[in-house]
């Protein structure tokens, strides 16, 4: 009797293990929530107000959203390097997170200090699982979730795709330099 049990326990191990491992790598959630955008006309109004930006950055984004369609504003891939203030600011302002219009209610509270950047802002996709040098995502309009790479990809230098779970679809061929036309990708 004690050996079947033993050998049971052994097999339900062994099943949750190899199904825990077939689902993919682990990865640290920094953050999760839900965010709201304003509208694209509004945003692009608040960067021209602005003195950061060259008016040539704000018409190349301009021209971006208009060949990325509708859902260019609400679909984001943005990397942040590394913890900086400058960078932070940059990030929120340009892709719109610190518009005055954007709404972000966050569920899980953030979880990443400057030993787990790079950074990966997942907006409109939520993050299923990563595997074989890629990382899967659902759309979710409306969800922000924010990732680690520094386990898998820490130079940004091994092309990691993001791609489309439970789909064939390649939404970014590389995470480290850009994503297709209908994300708006950003890097800071």
């Known amino acids: ?9 052994a097999a339900l ?3 949750v293990f190899t199904q825990a491992a077939l689902a993919g790598h682990a990865f640290k959630m920094c953050s999760a929530g839900s965010i709201t955008l ?9 960067l021209r107000k602005s003195i950061r930006y060259p008016a040539e950055d704000i018409d190349d984004l301009e021209k971006k ?3 990325g369609g509708p859902e260019f504003f609400s679909s984001q891939v943005v ?17 719109g997170f610190s518009d005055p219009q954007a709404k972000y209610r966050r569920v899980k509270a953030w979880d990443c200090g400057a030993e787990d950047y790079p950074i990966a ?4 996709f939520k993050v299923r699982e990563i595997r074989d040098g890629a990382i899967f995502v659902s759309r ?9 790479l520094k386990d898998m990809d820490p130079e ?14 390649v939404l970014c061929q590389d995470i480290g330099t850009g994503c297709i036309d209908t994300i708006f990708y950003g890097r800071w």
């Open 121 to 124: 802002y997942f907006v409109g």
């Open 140 to 148: 979710e309009k409306g969800t922000l979730n924010v990732i680690s």
């Open 13 to 15: 191990f062994l099943a």
């Open 38 to 46: 304003g509208s694209f006309g509004d945003h692009v109004a608040d």
């Open 65 to 67: 959203a208009r060949q």
């Open 156 to 169: 940004l230098t091994k092309h990691t795709q993001v791609k489309v779970f439970h789909g064939d679809g």
């Open 1 to 9: 009797m004690r050996s079947c049990i033993s050998v049971l326990a």
């Open 79 to 95: 990397i942040k390097e590394e913890l900086s203030g400058s960078g932070d600011f940059d990030l929120n302002k340009f892709q």
